[in-house]
């Protein structure tokens, strides 16, 4: 696809999935124990074979930055690139991006020289698997200008969306933003299978194809910052807009508890996101050993490489690259993302005669409803059973959203702590 060049949103503050976002951006969240969640939208595109990339990044960049430079890398005959796109200012603009819009108006003068017809904006901070290859012929058979993706949702999921109403060809004929209640008048024809689950509802995906003019023309003529709220709504009664049907697995991962159900859901016996498709999921390769496995009772478990696991019993839980996990250890429902590195032995030695954790989860820990962050250190005898039982809040170590218990990066709980 030489003609369709993509753009991904870096993502704002991420301040809902705070703690995981206190030292990253969203898109660098690990996700699946392996992954980051930048690399489900670059995957697509590489899948559909759009291989010219910008990623739009500017809070909390650093991690991210390093993984797309460290991961995607093309070889000299290839005209493809990840390339990154950082806020700037210049002396025509001091100011940081403002929102969505905002970030590619002010990168537009990067993506120019390039030679496109058609310009494909992703957000960094979703999952789901789509062929874009559709979408663009769609777009192209009825000349349209804009394509907007949307997803059929059911009547208690519309108050969480941008909701569009669509006439028989598709085309998008009004907007209402996360309506909470009136709303009947605005379900969508969709397919009988949509129709049947009571899914008439067309919820924007925050996927959008423009035309190159009407991109230009939208940004240099609109001082609107935001996509969702402000460009589409004014672009229908302008332009040719279209919805894009699309009736796959996709969720938004913006809150502990939606990034916590999306990572529980991969153990499920035929999981809704397929990372066992004959098309890949692309992500920094890091050459680690297998993992090690020793008198564990393992049921609907993702265990990712380089991990040396002693545990009792784990279930319904994903565990991340590099983790350790000491003897007579229970895990349920959790996501341990595991560890940047592994310590030596000497540094194993140390702790265990100073009786300090180490990096990983210890012996006779009980671990339940809980995501544990990279590089923390879980001592021995560590209880962390988090349910509705337990009252949302941020503490020094840890936090609780929902009843899921987030401990943070690199901490440590000493050994008998109890959450």
Request: aromatic share 10%; glycine share 8%.
């Amino acid at each position: 696809m030489s003609q369709v060049l993509a753009v991904i949103l870096g993502g704002g503050q991420g301040t809902r999935l705070h703690p995981l976002t206190a030292t990253r951006s969203k898109p660098a969240v690990p996700i699946a124990g392996k992954y980051r969640l930048v690399d489900i939208p670059i995957s697509n595109c590489l899948n559909s074979g759009i291989d010219r990339i910008f990623v739009l990044t500017q809070f909390n960049s650093a991690s991210l930055n390093k993984h797309i430079k460290n991961t995607y890398h093309f070889n000299v005959f290839s005209t493809g690139f990840v390339d990154i796109l950082a806020a700037e200012q210049t002396p025509n603009n001091t100011g940081w991006f403002q929102g969505t819009a905002d970030a590619v108006r002010q990168s537009l003068h990067h993506i120019s020289p390039f030679d496109f017809d058609y310009v494909l904006i992703l957000s960094g901070d979703q999952l789901y698997q789509m062929d874009f290859n559709d979408m663009i012929q769609k777009h192209i058979e009825k000349a349209a200008e804009i394509s907007v993706a949307t997803i059929p949702v059911m009547a208690k999921e519309v108050p969480g969306f941008g909701i569009m109403k669509t006439d028989e060809q598709n085309n998008i004929t009004a907007f209402i933003e996360k309506p909470k209640k009136d709303f009947e008048d605005w379900a969508s024809e969709v397919s009988p299978e949509m129709k049947a689950q009571g899914r008439v509802y067309q919820a924007s995906m925050g996927i959008y194809l423009f035309n190159r003019k009407a991109l230009y023309d939208t940004l240099t003529n609109d001082p609107h910052t935001d996509f969702g709220k402000e460009i589409i709504p004014e672009a229908i009664s302008k332009r040719k807009v279209v919805s894009y049907q699309y009736e796959g697995y996709w969720t938004d991962i913006g809150t502990i508890p939606s990034f916590f159900e999306a990572n529980i859901g991969l153990t499920d016996d035929i999981p809704q996101f397929n990372m066992f498709d004959k098309k890949s999921i692309f992500s920094r390769p890091r050459m680690l050993p297998p993992s090690k496995i020793q008198g564990t009772t393992l049921e609907k478990t993702v265990i990712a490489d380089g991990c040396i696991i002693q545990a009792s019993r784990i279930e319904r839980s994903v565990i991340g690259i590099r983790t350790r996990i000491g003897k007579g250890t229970t895990i349920e429902c959790s996501y341990i993302m595991g560890s940047d590195y592994y310590q030596s032995l000497e540094q194993l030695e140390e702790a265990k005669n100073t009786n300090s954790p180490i990096i990983g989860v210890g012996e006779r820990c009980y671990i339940k409803n809980a995501i544990l962050d990279k590089n923390c250190r879980i001592g021995n005898d560590v209880r962390i059973n988090g349910g509705p039982h337990l009252a949302d809040g941020d503490y020094e170590k840890y936090t609780v959203s929902n009843g899921i218990v987030v401990i943070k990066k690199s901490a440590i709980l000493p050994n008998g702590t109890v959450i």
